[in-house]
């Protein structure tokens, strides 16, 4: 019912930085929360931060203080704003748009690569 449009992801050093955006289309209803996940080789998917309708987060300890998730629900869009980047960051990054009751959708996956 929704497709969803990711980009950002790449290559950067340690310490370095790196913005996601998601975008959602095609349906006529607005997600209630969306949301980005990660899932790293031999690992299994986490959920790194949400925001919802009210503009409440929530973020993974493991991220917390060095990333921040912001939206725009009138253009069904939200950012990752990643600093500090670190080696165990490095996984595919995973949006995800659900509209309770009508529809839960995964973008393809964005990769993200922290390395010297």
């Known amino acids: 019912q929704v497709q969803l449009v990711e980009s950002g992801g790449g290559l950067v050093q340690p310490g370095g930085s790196l913005r996601l955006i998601c975008a959602a289309s095609g349906s006529i209803f607005g997600p209630n929360v969306m949301g980005w996940y990660r899932q790293a080789p031999g690992k299994q998917r986490e959920l790194v931060a949400t925001?919802?309708?009210?503009?409440?987060?929530k973020y993974a300890d493991s991220v917390k203080g060095r990333f921040t998730i912001s939206g725009d629900n009138a253009k069904n869009t939200m950012n990752l704003q990643m600093n500090n980047l670190k080696p165990e960051d490095t996984a595919v990054y995973l949006c995800?748009?659900?509209?309770?009751?009508?529809?839960?959708?995964w973008g393809q996956g964005t990769q993200v690569t922290v390395s010297s």
């Open positions: 995800n748009a659900v509209r309770v009751g009508r529809y839960s959708t």
């Open positions: 925001i919802d309708l009210s503009g409440s987060t």
